[in-house]
């Protein structure tokens, strides 16, 4: 079963860049789909972006469109989110999630991390 940990969450200021990373352990992380989502205060789960297996295929919250990518490393068992131009409306707990069957932008994922913060000041 696997296990994630998000890292590389923090407070940073309007234009800044993050790059949020998913370290997958005791899984087949390099045969697992990734998906990136988020949650702000008091609003639902959003889906953010999502990447194959084999990093072949991704897909990106239209909005964000231009400001996020994502991407895989198999041999780190580790996915990464990298954000640009961060926005104050970016602030919220990101999760990654990883599954061996699905992906894309419904939250059917049978692996989740705990989250990281990020917020973004004004």
């Known amino acids: 079963q696997a296990h994630l940990v998000e890292s590389g969450g923090g407070l940073v200021q309007t234009g800044d860049s993050l790059r949020l990373s998913c370290t997958s352990s005791g899984g087949t992380f390099s045969t697992d789909h990734l998906a990136w989502f988020r949650q702000a205060p008091g609003k639902e789960r959003e889906f953010v972006a999502a990447i194959t297996w084999d990093g072949l295929s991704t897909r990106l919250l239209d909005s964000l469109k231009g400001r996020f990518t994502i991407s895989k490393d198999n041999t780190k068992n580790t996915g990464y989110l990298q954000m640009h131009n961060l926005e104050p409306e970016d602030t919220a707990v990101y999760y990654c999630?990883?599954?061996?069957?699905?992906?894309?932008?419904?939250?059917?994922?049978?692996?989740w991390g705990q989250g990281t913060q990020v917020t973004v000041s004004s």
């Open positions: 999630a990883a599954d061996p069957h699905h992906w894309g932008p419904r939250d059917d994922y049978d692996y």
